[in-house]
């Protein structure tokens, strides 16, 4: 895999998002923990050195099982992990940036992951009830406590990315973005031109991509999968860019971790335009 900057890191271009080994609807234990266990230390294993994660994914249990899978952790792992979200049942995720849930939440984090500090720490979403300075202007009083090591957003705009910038240094962005959603094509072409990494969740649009019968046909064209495509394409999309797909299962992890390989021609990215 290709490299990519985070702040003064350095990971393998594309990371693996542990939302998934939760249980169904991101909420509770996983209904098979051992594979749970074994997709996190296979990621690993292939390469995946950048793990992005929650406290409300579960809530809490995607960060006690990375613990559980791969404490003590490599030399090269960055742990990335997000405050802000609120779980009070499986189907609510409610936005909370107050300053003091999110103190709350980073020391639950760094009790769960086992850690004294997290690498990159990031709002999970602004709050409308709450000032975004206050918000993040928390966040970088906990790193000057010595208990975040970068800074980095979830679920914002330009404007609201540029008043952080104001604050506190971010080292990258984390929106929603694949194929067949694109609003954040500004975000990216900022986050490159200032050595931001951007990180698009939901990066397959939740299968969405994969019925596009443009995907399709690439896929059938290099004998890859389209899930494969859709990521080929996001790490074509800019350099940027920094997939992290999500699996509970062993056999996608494998198949989006070959998407690294899959070179596209500019004819599959007109394509697929």
Not at 88 to 106: G, K, T, V
Not at 210 to 218: C, E, I, M, T
Request: charged share 25%.
């Amino acid at each position: 895999m290709t490299t990519i900057r985070i702040g003064d890191l350095t990971v393998n271009r594309l990371g693996f998002g542990a939302m998934r080994v939760c249980g169904p609807q991101i909420w509770g234990p996983p209904a098979d923990r051992a594979s749970a266990l074994a997709v996190l230390r296979r990621a690993c294993e292939l390469g995946c050195n950048f793990i992005d994660t929650a406290d409300s994914y579960g809530p809490a249990v995607s960060e006690e099982l990375i613990a559980e899978a791969l404490h003590p952790y490599p030399e090269d792992l960055v742990i990335a992990t997000k405050g802000g979200l609120a779980r009070p049942s499986a189907p609510a995720w409610e936005r909370d940036a107050r300053p003091e849930h999110l103190r709350n939440a980073l020391e639950g984090s760094l009790k769960r992951l086992r850690l004294e500090r997290i690498d990159v720490y990031q709002l999970h979403a602004p709050d409308p009830k709450v000032p975004f300075a206050e918000s993040v202007g928390a966040l970088a009083e906990m790193q000057k406590a010595g208990k975040i090591r970068h800074v980095a957003l979830s679920n914002v705009n330009l404007k609201e990315l540029g008043e952080a910038r104001r604050i506190v240094p971010i080292v990258s962005v984390q929106n929603a973005y694949s194929l067949e959603r694109r609003d954040s094509d500004a975000m990216i072409d900022a986050c490159e031109k200032d050595g931001l990494a951007f990180l698009p969740w939901y990066p397959l649009a939740a299968g969405n991509a994969l019925k596009s019968a443009k995907v399709k046909r690439v896929a059938g064209k290099h004998g890859a999968t389209p899930a494969q495509v859709c990521l080929a394409w996001l790490l074509h999309r800019s350099p940027a860019v920094l997939p992290i797909p999500g699996t509970g299962n062993l056999q996608h992890l494998q198949e989006n971790v070959a998407a690294a390989r899959l070179v596209l021609a500019p004819e599959d990215l007109d394509a697929l335009t």
